[in-house]
């Protein structure tokens, strides 16, 4: 069973840094994209950055210029660098990630979504 840990969030104040990750362990073949979304409550879930297996990098206009979404392919990790931070950007914050496993010869891909992790910036 493939599990995804998130960690690094809290409570910051307008305009601090805050630093998300998200690492996957377990019987990984391959991790192709890797996302992180974001959700208020009573909104929908949004994507807020993304990221290739080759580091090609999108992002949602609300966060160009100050966050930053990269991996550790060898670490099999995910993390999001958020800088100038506004309290518009609280929200739990989700990781996804393309997993691909082998089991008897045979490779096969699903979804595999974090638990969420809570980020509260302060006025």
């Known amino acids: 069973q493939v599990q995804l840990a998130e960690s690094g969030g809290g409570l910051v104040q307008a305009g601090e840094s805050m630093r998300l990750s998200c690492k996957a362990s377990g019987p990984i073949f391959s991790i192709n994209g890797m996302e992180w979304y974001r959700q208020v409550p009573g909104n929908e879930r949004e994507l807020v950055a993304s990221i290739s297996h080759d580091g090609r990098t999108n992002y949602a206009d609300s966060v160009t210029g100050r966050f930053t979404i990269s991996r550790d392919n060898a670490e099999n990790t995910l993390y999001l660098q958020m800088d100038s931070l506004k309290p518009e950007d609280t929200a739990v914050y989700i990781c996804?990630?393309?997993?691909?496993?082998?089991?008897?010869?045979?490779?096969?891909?699903?979804?595999?979504w974090g638990q969420g992790i809570q980020v509260t910036v302060s006025s």
């Open positions: 996804k990630l393309e997993i691909s496993r082998k089991e008897s010869g045979l490779v096969w891909g699903y979804n595999g």
